[in-house]
């Protein structure tokens, strides 16, 4: 397999993966809102939020040394890791436990002990996942991942009509996770099959874990605790529901370009290069006819879910807008991944961390949820910026490129908009798509070549 088909196929079957099991997830919280109360809602969502927040911390960056180690010692780091993160997780269950009861009260016990069983299914799916994707097997990950995302919805409209409320919530979702780890475990244990636990090994493994934990923590802080932290801001729901819709529809559109950098990473060490040229252009010429679309008719795509949302059409083009440099930050902190270079992930995870929570105090007091927005898009342009220093000027020309295909699709969508929004539409998702072809950000033939590697 080529450099190209690599990052190609695995980031399309990840891609597909993002959207299904998102989609997914909305039609499963849909379903909730039908057949049970707000208050068992509540109860549930609070305690799978606290499981993914804890198990994402507990992760300890190790997704990435994953990534990058399981081709070279597949057994050995099956078993260090999984060891280390099950050995984690049930140190950390009773804390975990004393802290969901203390939200709600005893009446939680029930729903905590399921929740605490929830939390260890999900540290073997990141073990797994990870290995799975580690050798390219980005389609099996979306076999079971969807499948059991989809089984989740049939099984909780059962268990909510029977009146389980959030203990149906909770127990169909653990179905879920035992459906994806039981699948995930078995290949991963007939393709690298399980080693003696290697303490060195897992020394190392952790050494690349730390060092992409900031980075990930502030992508944690981004794309989630941003919700919450504007909620601290304003006391505004109706704001903060908002914002959490654009923001969904922001991490939707960015999706494809992170999918093509995570690939970039296991396809970089099967093949010992550098996988990350491939992975930025497809990732910003794939993409930017699309943001192109949403900068030039923003109330258009969000009178599709409520015209209640058209007031932060702003706010969709700076979170769109922050999609470019964004790719750019993920590449580099795969091309450093690759590299070995552990100081400088630190730095590129701290610099945007702090560059996020330092804008978003200044602005969102005063412009609420573009505001925030406005931080997110702040944070990815410095730490975007600063990974022109590793990315090379190879990273250059795509990015002014990209640029400029959004620039005339979102231009002439804009200038015809008084026309028809629909008309606009069409225009600039034409005019952005034949500039990337104009421009040579993929050729026919590469086009070609990418049909040919989903298949």
Not at 148 to 177: E, F, K, S, Y
Not at 193 to 211: F, H, P, Q, V, Y
Not at 262 to 272: D, F, Y
Not at 302 to 330: C, E, Q
Request: one cysteine or more.
């Amino acid at each position: 397999m080529t450099e190209f088909e690599g990052v190609v196929k695995g980031g399309f079957w990840l891609f597909l993966d993002y959207v299904v099991v998102n989609v997914a997830g909305w039609l499963f919280w849909l379903l909730a809102t039908y057949f049970t109360t707000t208050i068992e809602i509540g109860y549930a969502s609070t305690i799978l939020r606290l499981v993914i927040l804890v198990v994402s911390f507990m992760g300890l960056g190790l997704d990435y040394a994953l990534l990058k180690e399981t081709k070279k010692a597949g057994a050995n780091v099956f078993s260090s890791v999984l060891a280390f993160e099950s050995f984690l997780l049930i140190i950390v269950s009773p804390f975990v436990f004393i802290i969901g009861i203390s939200l709600y009260g005893a009446n939680l016990n029930l729903l905590m002990a399921l929740g605490i069983a929830l939390m260890l299914a999900n540290g073997l799916q990141l073990v797994s996942w990870n290995i799975a994707l580690g050798l390219l097997e980005s389609r099996v990950v979306f076999k079971y991942d969807s499948f059991a995302a989809l089984l989740r919805l049939p099984l909780v409209l059962l268990l909510l009509t029977q009146g389980w409320g959030a203990l149906g919530l909770i127990a169909a979702t653990i179905i879920q996770q035992i459906i994806t780890v039981a699948g995930l475990m078995l290949f991963c244990y007939r393709k690298v099959g399980l080693g003696l636990i290697d303490l060195k090994r897992l020394k190392n493994l952790l050494k690349t874990g730390l060092s992409n934990f900031l980075g990930k923590i502030s992508r944690i802080t981004i794309n989630n605790l941003s919700v919450v932290l504007l909620a601290a801001a304003t006391s505004d729901p109706s704001t903060v529901g908002i914002f959490s819709i654009v923001m969904a529809m922001s991490l939707l559109l960015g999706s494809l370009a992170s999918s093509f950098a995570t690939m970039a990473l296991p396809t970089s060490a099967i093949q010992n290069s550098d996988a990350t040229d491939i992975s930025l252009r497809l990732g910003l010429f794939l993409t930017a006819p699309l943001i192109a679309v949403l900068a030039a008719t923003p109330k258009l795509i969000l009178s599709l879910v409520g015209k209640a949302y058209t007031t932060a059409s702003t706010s969709l083009v700076v979170l769109a807008l922050s999609t470019i440099p964004t790719a750019l930050v993920l590449n580099a902190i795969t091309k450093l991944n690759h590299k070995g270079m552990h100081k400088q992930l630190i730095f590129i995870g701290a610099l945007q961390l702090a560059t996020f929570l330092a804008t978003f105090s200044i602005t969102t007091p005063i412009y609420q949820e573009f505001g925030a927005a406005l931080a997110i898009l702040l944070s990815s342009a410095v730490a975007g910026a600063f990974s022109f220093r590793w990315l090379g000027k190879t990273a250059i020309k795509p990015t002014i490129f990209s640029l400029a295909v959004v620039a005339i699709g979102w231009i002439t969508g804009t200038l015809l908009i008084r026309f028809s929004p629909y008309f606009a539409f069409a225009t600039a998702l034409t005019t952005s798509t034949f500039m990337v072809f104009a421009l040579r950000g993929i050729t026919a033939k590469e086009l070609k070549q990418i049909l040919k590697s989903i298949k």
